[in-house]
């Protein structure tokens, strides 16, 4: 019996340290549970959080899509406002082209009849102004033989009868010398200004410097003196026609020694500069100048600033310089103060 017990009991005790290290080993693996359980709530709870961040961004996103799907909308309607607009505008830029088509064909009509009337008016123009050239030529050479038969005739009577005459008949017959002789200068600046029509104009390079000399020398020869201080400047070439440039300079310088003639110290300057394409000569004199109100009769034919008694002149000299230097396609222009001189400009092209 002791036998047994003692089996059972040693049994008895290895069942229950069996079951002791199962108890451990629950409780080990209860443990781990545990943590387990822990990590898996705690990784539940992110999950939770993240779902939440999700949703709201989910939300945040519908949210939106809902503006954007409002915006566009908005944008389909814009769009086709627009597209409304434009089949507007093309329907009116349609119409506008045809307006604008039929306003050229207009203009264009307008323009070759212009042209037309043009080529019309230039021909009359021209056969006009060879009529005019023509007639007044012809007037001038009539002119000469009766106004040289007043002049002969007259003289005959001062120089065979003027003892018949008392002093005032002589005066008569030495006015009517003295006003014969200024129509004879007349009839021949007319006779010089009527040719400038007819000349053609032969371009070609002048020396300036030697044309000037040639001119002041002719002039100093004729006149049989010279009082005048000339300042002159070396002058650039230009294209032109050397005779009619030649005219252009006997009448400015004259001009210059006329009215600076009354000075006690006459000075004429002479120089140039030069633009572009293009030379501007100009003549400077401290002489009787004119008053600049009355500029544009300047050049005119028969047009004079100061009186027969105070300047002779026939008033065409400065018409014969406009008519040159305009067919030379230059231009001819002056500035003046009355009693302090004037100042006369001519442009050519730069040779």
Known sequence: MKKNDSDQLIIAKREIAFQNEEKENSATELDIAK?????????????????????????????????RAKELVLANKELAFQNREKEKRAKELIATNKELKKAQDNIRKLNDELEQKVVERTAQLQLA?????????????????????????????LEDYSESFDEDGNQVLDAIISNSKKMGLLIDDLLAFSKLGRKEVSLSAINMNELLESVLGEFITSSGKNNQKFEIKKL?????????????????????????????NPKIQIGSTTTGNAVTYYIKDNGAGFDMQYYDKLFGVFQRLHSQDEFEGT???????????????GNVWATSVL????????????A
């Open 35 to 67: 943590h387990e359980i822990a990590f898996q709530n705690a990784e539940k709870e992110k999950r939770a959080e993240e779902l939440i961040l999700a949703n709201r961004e989910l939300l945040f996103q519908n949210e939106e899509k809902e503006k």
């Open 129 to 157: 102004n060879k009529e005019l050239e023509s007639f007044s030529y012809s007037v001038s050479h009539d002119l000469r033989a009766p106004i040289r038969a007043i002049n002969g005739y007259t003289k005959i009577l």
């Open 236 to 264: 650039p070439p230009a294209l032109g026609d050397k005779s009619l440039i030649r005219q252009v300079w006997i009448n400015l310088i004259s001009n210059a020694v006329k009215y600076s003639g009354h000075k006690p």
């Open 315 to 329: 008033g065409i000299g400065l018409a014969i310089v406009h008519k040159v230097i305009i067919r030379h396609n």
């Open 339 to 350: 009693g302090e001189g004037a100042c006369f400009y001519f442009s050519l092209r730069k």
